[in-house]
């Protein structure tokens, strides 16, 4: 027995070839007229899309069955009970603009592409706290609804706590910060926020992002749980998934490299790589997009044409202190950069992890609170993590949403999340 939804059906006189999804996978369910009584085949010969079912039946091999997924099952139809004939559906197998299927993304999310996408999502998130599980890390929850800012102050999104200004939370690393000193290793898995105007393909006013953080690591053994985490990933995702892989007709071969350990390699060789592109390039619009001033953060082009340089992931780590966040460890003996790290992932897909090692010691934290100008009463806890047994640390953040969009080879992160919010979308 099938219980699902009329994904398509083809009419061919006395057979009915319906395709039923059920969630998991689809099945072609064959009503053969001369097999069943007038009635029912009546009902399977006026099947709408997405109407809903019960079907039973005889379960066959047929090497036919390529709409299957699995393939090469189908159901010769006995019995069949419509739960309810669908209205007209406004999602056809012709092609729809992009607007339209966001529009209808609550239908949208029916549709294969988006099933097997979401499905990967799902896997992902798993395997990456799994591991994590796995390795000794203690899932702690940090709040959403916070009283001071976790990144810049620019992308707060404000709102009303009883008469009080509260924000949603751009991270949960200040938390985990305190709650590192109590287990030795966490993470945290929520959504953040993040009140950005921009309109890329990279951004989402809420994402779901991955954050460990653990006492004493230094930022090179960071990088090894971070290419661990992500080779894993990975593996299970085409352990599990070579279905959805292919109904997204994403390119194997390229996810078969992501394996550990992955490059790594200084901010200041990135630039000088940039100026090497730059020089190199013949096309003055290309040479134009790599322009690059050592001090100047990267744009997605640069983060681009630096990847592309490598068949997995690079780290790019120790930039320079003034583009990156306040609680970041200068570097010993050259304080202009700091102990961070950016992952880039291949294929122009840009930032998909972020991290440092943080400061510890209590004077240098105190004193870039006050060059930020933030308040040093929202983060007086925060100051009381230095002052009783502060130790090193470090942890990062990883996006999942933009960690799915490259290992799915999606052109836009809405794909990644199954309802996006954009800064000209909150519907549905
Ligand atoms: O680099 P970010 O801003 O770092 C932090 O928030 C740190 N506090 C994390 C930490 O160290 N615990 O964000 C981390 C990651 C980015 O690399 C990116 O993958 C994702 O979060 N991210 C976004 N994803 C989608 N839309 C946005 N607007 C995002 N902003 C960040
Ligand atoms: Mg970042």
Known sequence: MVRGWVYDRTDKGKLQ????????????????????????????????QESSVIVSGTVKVNEKAKKSIPAGYEIGIQGLQLVQMAEEYPITPKEHGVEFLMDNRHLWVRSLRQWAILRIRATLARALTEWLDDHGYLRVDTPILTPA??????????????????????????????????FGKVYTFSPSFRAEKSKTRRHLMEFWHLEPEVAFMSLEEMMDVE???????????????????????????????????????????????????????????????????????????????????????VFVYHYPSAIKAFYMQPVDGRPEVCRSVDLLAPEGYGEITGGSERI????????????????????????DLRKYGSVPHAGFGLGLERTVTWICGLPHVREAIPYARMLNRKYP
């Open 17 to 48: 070839f319906i395709q039923v999804r059920d969630g998991s996978g689809i099945v072609q369910c064959v009503a053969y007229k001369p097999d069943m009584d007038e009635a029912t085949f009546e009902t399977a010969s006026k099947l709408t």
């Open 149 to 182: 800012a976790g990144e810049e102050t620019t992308t707060l999104f404000s709102i009303d706590y009883f008469g009080e200004s509260a924000y949603l939370s751009q991270t949960g690393q200040l938390y985990n910060e305190a709650n590192m000193m109590a």
């Open 227 to 313: 290419e661990q985490l992500l080779s894993y990933a990975v593996s299970r995702i085409m352990d599990k998934h070579q279905h959805e892989l292919a109904i997204i007709e994403r390119d194997l071969g390229k996810l078969e490299s992501i394996k550990a350990p992955f490059a790594r390699i200084t901010y200041d060789e990135a630039v000088e790589r940039l100026k090497a592109l730059a020089a190199q390039t013949d096309d003055p619009e290309q040479k134009q997009l790599l322009q690059i001033e050592w001090g100047e953060d990267f744009g997605s082009p640069h983060e681009t044409a630096i990847a592309e340089q490598f068949d997995r992931p």
């Open 360 to 383: 510890y010691d209590p004077a240098l934290i105190d004193q870039r609170i006050e060059t930020i100008g933030i308040t040093r009463e929202a983060y007086a806890w925060y100051l």
